[in-house]
């Protein structure tokens, strides 16, 4: 759908971009179609027809206009209103801008300023082009149709312009056209283009979209079968963890406890010699540190069942190898009977990141692990009164709580690192209890 949707907005882009360029394309080459037009209309309409009246043009006045004017309304009109019905009007100019003819009523045989670019197009040859300018004089009087069975109303006109020979003198041969045709044809020319683009765009988009969803459910596939695997191999690696705590728990530590147990009720047998009692009240006490390391090392290999064992003989656990480390360690928890299993969870993680960090480099004489319910949150402080550190400065053990940030997080939770060299160190964070 990501695909769908960006290919989708790519190809309006797309269209949009070629369109624009399109248009200004499709624009000058309908006006470079007007200006073929209006060449061809004078080499092979305009010139031939001056050619076989040339013994009667430009005779009679100094700028024989008359008879100009007298055969251009029996030829030159009849000729082009056949070739072209279209143009909407004809003149015909003089270098220094006298216009000896003109199909516009009422304004031949009169002098108008030409134009540097018509002036340059006489001299020069080729032909030329631009939007007539209602407000100039030669435009300024009725600008109706020519030929009312045309049809054409008012409107904006291009005239295009190119010069013909008459008897060795150059004239400029002018064509009015409308705009608005210019434009229809403009829009003729682009729309094959316009639906071209449309249609390859839309067929490439129609045949890369089962390619990709194809592509996509493999990858999918794929990543669920890793995802399968992975969850198999973390079910059996938790299945191997709690295999062997159970064997540790029903084995090693069950006959430590029941040696412990018999060596503490031998010591205190008044029949035992009280140097032998002796003895055995110090095995009875490494019995006891050895039997608490390998709880703490249990929670270590799988952690306990928190719904069933309770959160503080867990946490109990935890903090167990901290009086072999001569560390005093207090639990203190409350208020989480209504919390939900996930909270207990996260409290208990970050808890034992917490106590193995403060255990390992803190150098500590007492450590305490608090749970409160404050505000509907669950609230755990791990303090311990050890050298401390500079938060700012990452190191190798500073890792488990970095990873403790981002599961924290991921679950709406909030931890706080408060420590600094010499002051100890505060661990507390903060989760929903449900």
């Not at 147990?261 to 540190?289: C, K």
């Amino acid at each position: 759908m990501q695909f769908v949707l960006f290919a989708v907005v790519t190809m309006v882009v797309i269209i949009a971009s070629t369109n624009a360029i399109a248009r200004s394309v499709a624009e000058d080459e309908a006006i470079a179609e007007a200006r073929n037009t209006t060449e061809v209309l004078a080499r092979s309409v305009v010139e031939p027809a001056l050619e076989d009246a040339k013994d009667r043009i430009l005779q009679g006045t100094p700028r024989g206009s008359d008879l100009f004017l007298q055969f251009a309304r029996r030829t030159l009109v009849k000729a082009l209103d056949v070739q072209n019905p279209l143009a909407v009007r004809f003149n015909m100019w003089l270098e220094d801008g006298y216009l000896l003819y003109s199909n516009q009523g009422g304004i031949a045989s009169q002098s108008f300023e030409i134009g540097p670019d018509r002036r340059r197009v006489l001299r020069e040859g080729g032909t030329g082009y631009e939007i007539a300018n209602p407000n100039d004089p030669e435009n300024s009087g009725p600008r109706g149709p020519v030929y009312p069975e045309v049809g054409l109303a008012e409107e904006d006109l291009v005239r295009v312009y190119t010069p013909v020979e008459v008897r060795g003198q150059r004239l400029l041969f002018e064509v009015y056209y409308s705009l608005n045709r210019i434009q229809e044809r403009r829009g003729e020319i682009l729309l094959p283009f316009r639906w071209i683009t449309i249609a390859s765009l839309a067929g490439l988009l129609v045949i890369v979209t089962p390619i990709l969803w194809l592509l996509t459910r493999r990858l999918t596939r794929a990543g669920e079968e890793r995802e399968r695997l992975l969850v198999h191999a973390v079910d059996a690696s938790d299945a191997e963890r709690r295999r062997i705590a159970r064997d540790l728990h029903d084995g090693v530590v069950q006959d430590i406890a029941g040696t412990t147990f018999s060596v503490t009720a031998l010591s205190r047998d008044p029949a035992v010699p009280e140097q032998a009692r002796a003895t055995l009240d110090g095995a009875g006490d490494n019995l006891r540190d050895s039997l608490r390391a390998l709880r703490s090392l249990l929670a270590e290999i799988h952690p306990p069942d928190l719904h069933a064992d309770g959160l503080e003989p867990a946490l109990g656990d935890l903090v167990a190898p901290a009086t072999n480390a001569g560390i005093q360690a207090s639990v203190d928890v409350s208020g989480v009977d209504g919390a939900s299993d996930a909270a207990v969870a996260l409290v208990w993680r970050v808890a034992q990141e917490a106590v193995r960090n403060a255990l390992r480099h803190s150098q500590a004489t007492t450590v305490a692990v608090t749970v409160r319910s404050v505000d509907s949150r669950l609230r755990l402080e791990v303090v311990d009164d050890g050298i401390g550190f500079d938060p700012a400065v990452s190191g190798p053990d500073r890792y488990g709580l970095k990873g403790l940030r981002s599961l924290v997080k991921d679950i709406g939770g909030e931890i706080d690192v408060i420590s600094a060299p010499g002051a100890g160190t505060t661990v507390r964070m903060e989760v929903a209890q449900q």
